[in-house]
């Protein structure tokens, strides 16, 4: 009986889930559908927003709180490190107690901490603020996620919807750099109004999400809480270690920096390690469940989708967003503290990027069902890192037009074909109750790559700015107000040259693994799927039965 059941085809249920698909479009209006879409992309305008107003005001709050560098630097990646470490957690609470409910408790923390964030008067509190603010992205993101892949079935409209949500990184990108430079100059709040702000656009994304959302199907399952500590702690000292190592007191060698290190490898392996047992557990009919052993927070063989090319694709967005936000970060700070233009000039300079953003998505949501996987994530790592490149090359001396215009309009490629076509990937290889904590993933690991590629690209420059400065007898002081121009120049080339390293090992990575992917956009399932030891090709349903995508003979 498990011999027939574990090789007959799921085309039928593949067939029952287009049937609650067709269901539930019978019961919902176009204009609903259409909002649903909208608010979906809302949340994603305000998660880019949240970052970009942040980061071309950091200079002005850097002379506003009197911060040191190091703390500027945790501005950016307090909020990434947060909602990076809780994506998952919250993807997964999301799937059990009902993707809208998770999402509306999101936009109510950013409404509240974006409130808060505004009236802070020491960059230590603006920091904790900042990771407070994460969480409503952990919650809002993998909720948006699911959402849009449950209520859209295989199909153009899916590619449109995910094209759409995947445009409001750029959107909010530019929108909060755009309205952000220009509050930040002229308004009596400057870096202050941006928080403002973002707390509007998320309240008007909650009420939104409340009339248009369906209702919630939730779960009995139970929560892996001891997984969601351990990785949560894990990857937090880790990401911390990376901020803080270099400017320690005895830097790398200091005791708590190796200390914490330490620990924080040591709860990912055993994250790891127990997620492995769970699953183990769970696929085990002959063990009778129990309140301690629940469903895995995150089940290790998702990686292993697609023969691996799961893995790939998120090592893939991890990398490039790790070179793409390193990038927008040191070239802000570049613009306003070496070149010293001011908050508009800056954001002047980007507003091409988020231009080519929006026609990125626009070209995905054509193309995606016409061009292999390959193509998306191969051309768009390799724009990303020619942009890097073309800034740690840069002559401060020359027109705008020479280094920084080509570098702004190549940059996004990257993120966007990624971005775009890797969640459209992820959908598909993907059952529709692991759709919020696949979408999770994706997230998680774009939002650790910020908060990695912002923390070793900062060491980088650290160190040359500091050799460097050394070179010529000047000892840095801790703003590093103090470093010769000669070296702040050669810290921000090597800062990109580690951001165009980021992406040129995205792009090689992806040459490699994704090719035999084909194409993703389609109504058709991809065909690389996952092989059991009895050679058919499928996923997991609810830990107890193996129903495979295709037949063997697909």
Same mark, same amino acid.
């Given at each position: 009986?498990?011999?027939?059941?574990?090789?007959?085809?799921?085309?039928?249920?593949?067939?029952?889930?287009?049937?609650?698909?067709?269901?539930?479009?019978?019961?919902?209006?176009?204009?609903?559908?259409?909002?649903?879409?909208?608010?979906?992309?809302?949340?994603?305008?305000?998660?880019?927003?949240?970052?970009?107003?942040?980061?071309?005001?950091?200079?002005?709050?850097?002379?506003?709180?009197?911060?040191?560098?190091?703390?500027?630097?945790?501005?950016?990646?307090?909020?990434?490190?947060?909602?990076?470490?809780?994506?998952?957690?919250?993807?997964?609470?999301?799937?059990?107690?009902?993707?809208?409910?998770?999402?509306?408790?999101?936009?109510?923390?950013?409404?509240?901490?974006?409130?808060?964030?505004?009236?802070?008067?020491?960059?230590?509190?603006?920091?904790?603020?900042?990771?407070?603010?994460?969480?409503?992205?952990?919650?809002?993101?993998?909720?948006?996620?699911?959402?849009?892949?449950?209520?859209?079935?295989?199909?153009?409209?899916?590619?449109?919807?995910?094209?759409?949500?995947?445009?409001?990184?750029?959107?909010?990108?530019?929108?909060?750099?755009?309205?952000?430079?220009?509050?930040?100059?002229?308004?009596?709040?400057?870096?202050?109004?941006?928080?403002?702000?973002?707390?509007?656009?998320?309240?008007?994304?909650?009420?939104?999400?409340?009339?248009?959302?369906?209702?919630?199907?939730?779960?009995?399952?139970?929560?892996?809480?001891?997984?969601?500590?351990?990785?949560?702690?894990?990857?937090?000292?880790? *990401?911390?270690? =990376?901020?803080?190592?270099? /400017? !320690?007191?005895?830097?790398? %060698?200091? #005791?708590? &920096? $190796?200390?914490?290190?330490?620990?924080?490898?040591?709860?990912?392996?055993?994250?790891?390690?127990?997620?492995?047992?769970?699953?183990?557990?769970?696929?085990?009919?002959?063990?009778?469940?129990?309140?301690?052993?629940?469903?895995?927070?995150?089940?290790?063989?998702?990686?292993?989708?697609?023969?691996?090319?799961?893995?790939?694709?998120?090592?893939?967005?991890?990398?490039?967003?790790?070179?793409?936000?390193?990038?927008?970060?040191?070239?802000?700070?570049?613009?306003?503290?070496?070149?010293?233009?001011?908050?508009?000039?800056?954001?002047?300079?980007?507003?091409?990027?988020?231009? *080519?953003?929006? =026609?990125?998505?626009?070209? /995905? !949501?054509?193309?995606?069902? %016409?061009? #292999?996987? &390959? $193509?998306?994530?191969?051309?768009?790592?390799?724009?990303?890192?020619?942009?890097?490149?073309?800034?740690?090359?840069?002559?401060?001396?020359?027109?705008?037009?020479?280094?920084?215009?080509?570098?702004?309009?190549?940059?996004?490629?990257?993120?966007?074909?990624?971005?775009?076509?890797?969640?459209?990937?992820?959908?598909?290889?993907?059952?529709?109750?692991?759709?919020?904590?696949?979408?999770?993933?994706?997230?998680?690991?774009?939002?650790?790559?910020?908060?990695?590629?912002?923390?070793?690209?900062?060491?980088?420059?650290?160190?040359?700015?500091?050799?460097?400065?050394?070179?010529?007898?000047?000892?840095?002081?801790?703003?590093?107000?103090?470093?010769?121009?000669?070296?702040?120049?050669?810290?921000?080339?090597?800062?990109?040259?580690?951001?165009?390293?980021?992406?040129?090992?995205?792009?090689?990575?992806?040459?490699?693994?994704?090719?035999?992917?084909?194409?993703?956009?389609?109504?058709?399932?991809?065909?690389?799927?996952?092989?059991?030891?009895?050679?058919?090709?499928?996923?997991?349903?609810?830990?107890?039965?193996?129903?495979?995508?295709?037949?063997?003979?697909?």
């Amino acid at each position: 009986m498990s011999k027939e059941l574990t090789r007959s085809p799921v085309r039928q249920d593949l067939n029952l889930e287009k049937t609650k698909h067709h269901d539930s479009d019978v019961q919902r209006s176009l204009l609903r559908s259409i909002f649903i879409i909208i608010t979906c992309t809302a949340a994603m305008v305000v998660n880019t927003a949240n970052t970009s107003s942040v980061s071309i005001s950091l200079p002005t709050i850097e002379k506003d709180l009197n911060i040191t560098e190091v703390q500027l630097q945790w501005l950016v990646s307090a909020y990434s490190l947060s909602s990076g470490c809780l994506l998952l957690f919250f993807g997964r609470l999301a799937d059990i107690y009902g993707r809208k409910k998770a999402f509306m408790i999101g936009t109510i923390c950013q409404v509240v901490f974006s409130l808060g964030s505004s009236f802070a008067q020491s960059g230590i509190t603006l920091i904790i603020l900042r990771a407070f603010q994460g969480l409503g992205t952990a919650a809002t993101i993998p909720s948006a996620l699911g959402i849009l892949g449950h209520a859209f079935p295989p199909s153009r409209i899916r590619s449109i919807a995910f094209a759409t949500f995947s445009a409001g990184a750029p959107v909010g990108g530019a929108f909060g750099m755009i309205i952000g430079g220009v509050l930040t100059q002229i308004s009596s709040t400057h870096w202050r109004s941006p928080f403002y702000l973002v707390a509007v656009m998320s309240a008007l994304t909650g009420i939104s999400g409340m009339i248009s959302f369906d209702a919630d199907v939730t779960s009995t399952e139970a929560v892996d809480w001891i997984g969601a500590s351990l990785v949560t702690i894990g990857l937090v000292l880790i *990401v911390f270690v =990376l901020g803080q190592g270099e /400017v !320690a007191s005895q830097g790398w %060698k200091t #005791p708590y &920096i $190796i200390i914490l290190l330490i620990v924080g490898i040591i709860m990912v392996s055993l994250f790891l390690l127990w997620e492995r047992y769970l699953e183990q557990v769970i696929d085990d009919p002959s063990r009778a469940p129990s309140a301690w052993t629940p469903p895995p927070l995150m089940r290790l063989s998702l990686w292993t989708r697609a023969k691996g090319r799961m893995a790939a694709i998120l090592i893939i967005a991890f990398l490039n967003w790790s070179g793409f936000m390193s990038w927008s970060f040191w070239v802000q700070l570049y613009y306003q503290n070496y070149l010293l233009l001011t908050p508009m000039q800056t954001m002047l300079r980007f507003i091409p990027m988020f231009v *080519v953003g929006c =026609l990125c998505n626009v070209f /995905v !949501a054509m193309f995606v069902g %016409k061009l #292999p996987l &390959i $193509i998306f994530a191969v051309s768009g790592t390799l724009l990303t890192a020619s942009a890097a490149i073309l800034f740690a090359l840069i002559d401060p001396t020359a027109t705008y037009w020479a280094f920084g215009f080509p570098a702004t309009v190549i940059v996004v490629f990257g993120a966007d074909f990624v971005y775009s076509s890797g969640t459209i990937f992820i959908a598909k290889i993907t059952l529709p109750h692991e759709r919020s904590v696949a979408g999770a993933l994706f997230q998680t690991m774009t939002q650790l790559g910020i908060a990695v590629g912002v923390a070793v690209s900062t060491l980088v420059f650290n160190i040359v700015v500091k050799n460097e400065s050394a070179d010529v007898d000047v000892t840095v002081n801790s703003a590093g107000t103090n470093a010769p121009r000669s070296a702040q120049l050669k810290g921000y080339r090597s800062a990109q040259w580690t951001c165009a390293s980021f992406a040129l090992i995205a792009a090689l990575l992806a040459a490699l693994s994704l090719h035999g992917v084909g194409i993703v956009g389609g109504k058709k399932l991809p065909s690389m799927l996952y092989t059991d030891s009895d050679n058919s090709r499928g996923v997991r349903v609810r830990g107890r039965l193996n129903t495979p995508i295709f037949s063997s003979d697909t």
